[in-house]
């Protein structure tokens, strides 16, 4: 790879140009916002490369790069990437594995308890029974709205 400065400071001369032009167009078009903001991105670049921030950027994409070619020839490295493969694989497969099972106890201890429940209820309604016909909140407005509430009721919402 060449150096870094040799590469880095044409390319963001370069994209400086390039937003300085855009900012151009905008200033033509009386876009006063755009312009700002083409300014900013114009001197991006530039303040990257002083920073040093393009630098570290450079590093990693030649790091990036040299691992990739690496990859292509190394038994090894396909071996490692086929075994973290397999990792993902069991991991999502054990999570929806133990959703279910988690699940299945749930519905289980859920229809036993509604069970116990169903019996401790019977045994304990003694008082006055509700009449069968409308309920105590608010009357329906119509015949209509009667009707509705009759459905609802028989399909045991309240």
């Known amino acids: 790879m060449p150096a870094a400065d040799t590469v880095l400071l044409p390319i963001c001369v370069g994209l400086t140009l390039l937003g300085i032009i855009a900012t151009g167009i905008a200033w033509r078009r009386g876009n006063r916002g755009r312009v700002i903001q083409g300014i900013g991105l114009a001197l991006a670049p530039i303040a990257l490369y002083f920073t040093g921030l393009l630098r570290i950027l450079w590093d990693f994409v030649v790091a990036v790069i040299g691992w990739a070619s690496r990859i292509i020839f190394s038994p090894a490295v396909w071996i490692g990437l086929s075994l973290l493969g397999v ?10 594995v133990a959703r279910r099972s988690a699940a299945k106890a749930g519905s289980n201890s859920g229809g036993t308890a509604k069970a116990a429940a169903g019996r401790t209820s019977s045994a304990k309604a003694v008082g006055p029974a509700k009449p069968a016909g409308r309920s105590t909140s608010t009357p329906p407005i119509d015949d209509d709205f009667a009707e509705i509430e009759a459905l609802l009721k028989k399909r045991g919402i309240e």
Do not use: Q
Not at 87 to 96: A, T, Y
């Open 87 to 96: 990792c993902i694989v069991l991991w999502v497969v054990g999570g929806v």
